[in-house]
């Protein structure tokens, strides 16, 4: 598990910016603490290593970049991607899974996305593949990385400022704050899994 105060600390507000990015925007990202790192870099801004408005401002820009540099690969070459086989960064499955999020979801994918490991990564490089349009895309694009980017931030800065002594309990939130963001994919998971079975 990666330990993001260090990293935090190491790389600064340009690494998490780097972070989000890669997250959204390439589809290697797949792996990165994205909720827990946003999360971490709030409460650390409570606890008076750097500026919570920086990150939250910073970190929206980069989520919303990153989707439409995904969004633009999608839709120039996503196609003749998802013929490839799998390989170390490019796993079928995770693609199957985005579909099938995307398909019932539809445009608001692009928002619940946001908080779904695994997802996020590929849902704005299926919404090029599927042609959607990119006017009806940025829309959801900025509402989603509004509430990810600057929700997780201020989420952090907001509980690290009202709850006493909280860097005592920072691992074990941390650890919530990733288990939380695994429950949708796993329900949706599940639920196709009964479907498949009828």
Do not use: C
């Not at 070459?77 to 539809?106: K, M, N």
């Not at 201020?154 to 939130?173: C, Q």
Request: glycine share 12%.
């Amino acid at each position: 598990m990666f330990d993001l105060p260090i990293l935090i600390k190491t790389f600064g507000y340009i690494g998490i910016f780097a972070a989000v990015f890669a997250e959204s925007g390439l589809l290697v990202g797949f792996f990165l603490p994205g909720d827990s790192l946003l999360f971490t870099a709030g409460f650390l801004a409570s606890q008076g290593f750097g500026n919570v408005a920086l990150l939250a401002v910073g970190s929206f820009v980069a989520a919303v970049v990153g989707d439409s540099i995904g969004y633009a690969f999608g839709k120039k070459i996503g196609p003749r991607l998802f013929r490839r086989e799998r390989s170390f960064f490019f796993r079928p499955e995770y693609v199957a899974r985005t579909r099938a999020f995307y398909a019932i979801h539809g445009g608001k994918a692009i928002i619940l996305a946001r908080f779904m490991p695994v997802v996020r990564t590929f849902a704005p490089v299926l919404a090029g593949v599927g042609e959607m349009r990119y006017s009806t895309f940025f829309s959801y694009n900025i509402i989603g990385g509004f509430l990810w980017a600057v929700g997780l931030s201020l989420l952090g800065y907001t509980l690290g400022s009202v709850i006493p002594n909280i860097d005592r309990y920072i691992a074990p939130i941390v650890l919530s704050v990733i288990i939380i963001s695994v429950i949708p994919p796993v329900l949706h998971y599940r639920q196709e899994r009964k479907k498949n079975f009828k």
